[in-house]
């Protein structure tokens, strides 16, 4: 059974059809005010603000959505799990792990913290980078060591 939608309507015109959950945001954020109007069951519309008083409040209509979601997130959990497994890192992440990875070229003590970073990597599921992020430690390192002890002859 799917979540009842209102519909929202503003100056005449539908501009939104939302579930709980949905108006509950949508109020909190600013995309819709109390003066947006409300088509009730009975076909009246009324404005958010004599609809959200007669109905309880936005504490009512957060409970509403609250229960939609756990609903929708039961049949969501193993879609989740899936997600995590493919989803793309965030800048800052890639950043952070490349980052560390090329400081492995100075010294090869760097190395162990890319190792600890990438393991934190794999376990919150960012395996491509992780991976990456190792070889490119591993093969800068290596050649650190070969440029520092030509270099300084040891």
């Not at 890639?94 to 794999?122: E, R």
């Not at 992020?133 to 060591?145: E, H, K, R, V």
């Amino acid at each position: 059974m799917s979540e009842e939608k209102f519909k929202i309507f503003w100056k005449g015109k539908i501009c939104a059809e939302l579930d709980a959950s949905e108006l509950s945001e949508a109020l909190k954020f600013g995309k819709i005010g109390l003066f947006h109007q409300i088509e009730c069951r009975d076909g009246t519309r009324k404005t958010l603000k004599e609809f959200l008083n007669q109905t309880g409040g936005t504490e009512a209509l957060e409970a509403r959505g609250r229960k939609a979601l756990a609903k929708k997130s039961e049949g969501s959990a193993s879609k989740q799990e899936d997600s995590k497994k493919n989803k793309a890192p965030s800048n800052m992440e890639s950043l952070t792990a490349y980052t560390v990875s090329g400081l492995c070229f100075l010294s090869p003590y760097v190395l162990t913290a890319t190792f600890a970073l990438d393991l934190y990597l794999i376990k919150d599921g960012y395996a491509k980078l992780a991976l990456s992020s190792t070889l490119l430690g591993i093969i800068l390192s290596l050649l650190g060591t070969l440029f520092f002890g030509t270099l300084f002859g040891y």
